[in-house]
Each structure stands twice: as C-alpha cells, then as structure tokens.
C-alpha cells in the first residue's frame, strides 16, 4: 500500500513559477514509475507527465513540454513537478499518481495509487 500527499499548489500570475511535491509512504517508493494528471470541473483527468523509477526517463504532454519538468528523490519517497511559465490555462487540480507498470504509464486507468491533489490557479 503507497499513500501519496501533494502540496505547492497556490495561486500564481501567468508567467510566473511553482514547485509541486509529491511524499509517498512505504519502503517502495523507488519501484514505482510516477505520474502527474490533472483536472479541471467537468473534464477528464489529464496526463501531464511521467518518469520511470529510476528517474532516468521523463515523458511530457505536448501542453507542458519545455515548460514542466518532472523529477524525483527516491532516498526522500518524493517526487516534483517544476512548473515555469504557466499559463492561465494550467489552471487544474494537480494529482500525484503511482504505478506498478512500468516502465512508464500514461494512461488514468492503469494508476494503483492516488494522491487526494492540490489546486493551481494560474491568473491572468
């Protein structure tokens, strides 16, 4: 069982930075990929990005590529999500989310363990 807890949520002008974190509980952080959706009210979940266990592959959204970089500290059971530039439009719940597929899962369906998620609002 992964119990996963975001924070850095907040409210931000366009152009402007955050950092999200993603803790997870347990010993077995590091044999999970992760992931980052999110959500806005009446839409479906979003892939936004992903990084294998190791930390070693990233994979992007076409939306946050070159904007978002996703990271993780396997010794801390932590993972990130630092968001530059942002857009009005990034507006979104942000949802931490583990897998047991690996080495990467891009899809909602398929994640094991979800984070309750943390609330960017990006003004204009």
């Known amino acids: 069982q992964v119990q996963l807890v975001e924070s850095g949520g907040g409210l931000v002008q366009a152009g402007g930075s955050l950092r999200l974190s993603c803790v997870a509980s347990?010993?077995?952080?590091?044999?999970?990929?992760m992931d980052w959706f999110r959500q806005v009210p009446g839409k479906e979940r979003e892939f936004v990005a992903a990084?294998?266990?190791?930390?070693?592959?990233?994979y992007y959204a076409d939306s946050v590529k070159g904007r978002f970089t996703i990271s993780r500290d396997n010794a801390k059971n932590t993972m990130y999500l630092q968001m530059s530039s942002l857009k009005p439009e990034d507006t979104a719940v942000y949802y931490c989310a583990a897998s047991t597929r690996l080495p990467m899962w891009f899809r909602p369906a398929g994640m094991d363990y979800w984070g309750k998620g943390t609330l960017v609002t990006v003004s204009s």
């Open positions: 990084i294998s266990s190791s930390g070693a592959s990233t």
């Open positions: 347990g010993r077995t952080f590091s044999t999970y990929s």
